[in-house]
């Protein structure tokens, strides 16, 4: 599965962006889906997450309440809805997915099968 996000850019605190990542030559139907993100210098770090299962919705405390993680499996297409971006936002935005997952390994980046290759979010104060 290939995948490609796209959608990052320049934004100033406070406002909002909406990322895209779609699957080439298949739909997202089965696959547990993501977002993670990367700051320079840091870790990857999981921002939200769709269970193929039941289509639950799990997000890190930091974007709680402001980011919103949805599919479109007949488009295959994967978003993240991001508003009141802060600066602590800035990173690059890596979508992924699996088919198998368990529920523990939802934050874990290496339980996931496929990655996109990012896309920059940055955000000025």
């Known amino acids: 599965v290939q995948l490609q996000a796209s959608g990052g850019g320049l934004v100033q605190a406070g406002g909002s962006l909406r990322l895209s990542c779609t699957a080439s030559?298949?739909?997202?139907?089965?696959?547990?889906l993501a977002w993670f993100r990367q700051a320079t210098g840091k870790e990857r770090e999981f921002v939200a997450a769709?269970?193929?299962?039941?289509?639950?919705?799990f997000y890190a405390d930091s974007v709680k309440g402001r980011f919103t993680i949805s599919r479109d499996n007949a488009q295959g297409t994967l978003y993240l809805q991001m508003n009141s971006l802060q600066p602590e936002d800035t990173a690059v935005y890596y979508c992924?997915?699996?088919?198998?997952?368990?529920?523990?390994?939802?934050?874990?980046?290496?339980?996931?099968?496929?990655w996109g290759q990012g896309t920059l979010v940055t955000v000025s104060s």
């Open positions: 992924t997915a699996s088919r198998t997952i368990i529920h523990s390994n939802l934050r874990v980046p290496s339980a996931y099968a496929y």
């Open positions: 030559g298949r739909t997202f139907s089965g696959y547990t």
């Open positions: 769709l269970k193929s299962t039941n289509s639950n919705a």
